[in-house]
């Protein structure tokens, strides 16, 4: 049983260091994580009782 967490653990932590390279590295593969920016506009109607 223990085999199996420690296998999972290394599992998660290797995991963790692919996603955060990716982060670090995607830009330059042509992966955008930007966020889309348009602008939203709502009519906000105040003391309307």
């Known amino acids: 049983m223990g085999r199996i967490f420690k296998w999972l653990f290394?599992?998660?932590i290797l995991g963790?260091?692919?996603l955060v390279a990716y982060a670090y590295v995607g830009p330059w593969l042509g992966a955008d994580f930007s966020?889309?920016?348009t602008e939203q506009?709502?009519?906000v109607v105040l003391d309307a009782g």
Request: glycine share 8%; hydrophobic share 50%; aromatic share 8%.
């Open 10 to 12: 290394t599992l998660a």
């Open 41 to 43: 506009r709502l009519k």
């Open 16 to 18: 963790f260091i692919g």
């Open 35 to 37: 966020a889309p920016q």
